[in-house]
């Protein structure tokens, strides 16, 4: 796992994170698993310079990027070249627990399901960051976005706990600092960039999960 060390220690660059979520869509707007994979990565970097109070975050993230990659890595990985092959090659393989969690509980549909949740998450709150003002409070936007996209997915322990790590996020400028973009001008204008094209990335996943039916697996 050299590898993954090496880029867990790369500073962190809004831009890099934008980069590979661009690579994520193909021409017929398939989303690529290896891309997707590596945005996460990126922004579970970010999460890493903020403190340990993130970790619990963190490491959720990345068992669900580790079930990802070895999907992608394993005997069958051909067919999780994107998020569409994986849907379709699991679902036609009674690869997904559908009701309730079995045989198969740790399904690439299920893993990206809870990823492809947080994601709606991130791109409420860097939306709220654009229009931020230099008073706004990171933690607040924060708890925004979570009340609005992801919490109605976790248990009260869970949103307690997230609700306590938010009050210890860094204010508004430092925050901007660790994106590591430039001024507070340059950020706002790369996370108008950054905000369209998770939301694309984001909605054809929704819509293509609404299509089978798998918004909800256990
Ligand atoms: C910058 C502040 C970061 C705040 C992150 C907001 C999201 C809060 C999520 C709280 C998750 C708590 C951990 C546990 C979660 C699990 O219970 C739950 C369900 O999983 P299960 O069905 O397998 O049990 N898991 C999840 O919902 C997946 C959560 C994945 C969260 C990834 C968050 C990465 C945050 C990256 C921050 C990047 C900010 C970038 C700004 C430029």
């Known amino acids: 796992m050299a590898d993954s060390v090496t880029?867990?220690?790369?500073?962190?660059?809004?831009?890099?994170?934008?980069?590979?979520?661009?690579?994520?869509?193909?021409?017929?707007?398939?989303?690529?698993?290896?891309?997707y994979v590596a945005g996460w990565r990126g922004l579970v970097r970010f999460l890493n310079t903020l403190g340990s109070v993130f970790g619990f975050i963190s490491k959720d993230a990345v068992s669900k990027i580790q079930?990802?990659?070895?999907?992608?890595?394993g005997e069958d990985g051909s067919h999780y070249s994107t998020i569409q092959s994986m849907v379709k090659y699991e679902l036609e393989?009674?690869?997904?627990?559908?009701?309730?969690?079995?045989?198969?509980?740790?399904?690439?549909?299920?893993?990206?399901?809870?990823?492809?949740?947080?994601?709606?998450?991130?791109?409420?709150?860097?939306?709220?960051?654009?229009?931020?003002t230099e008073d706004s409070k990171t933690s607040v936007l924060c708890s925004v976005a979570y009340n609005e996209s992801l919490a109605k997915f976790h248990s009260w322990v869970v949103r307690k706990a997230a609700g306590?790590?938010?009050?210890?996020?860094?204010?508004?400028?430092?925050?901007?600092?660790?994106?590591?973009?430039?001024?507070?001008?340059?950020?706002v204008a790369m996370l108008g960039e950054a905000v369209p094209l998770i939301s694309e990335v984001y909605q054809i996943t929704e819509d293509l999960y609404a299509q089978h039916n798998i918004l909800d697996l256990p």
């Open 164 to 187: 306590m790590a938010f009050c210890l996020l860094p204010g508004r400028q430092d925050f901007f600092d660790i994106m590591n973009v430039g001024t507070p001008e340059q950020v």
């Open 67 to 73: 079930i990802l990659v070895s999907l992608l890595k």
């Open 93 to 132: 393989n009674q690869l997904v627990d559908l009701t309730k969690s079995g045989a198969h509980p740790t399904s690439g549909c299920r893993t990206l399901l809870r990823l492809h949740r947080a994601l709606r998450w991130l791109e409420l709150f860097l939306d709220s960051l654009r229009t931020s």
């Open 7 to 35: 880029s867990d220690d790369q500073k962190f660059c809004l831009k890099e994170v934008l980069d590979t979520f661009r690579l994520c869509l193909s021409e017929n707007k398939e989303v690529y698993l290896e891309h």
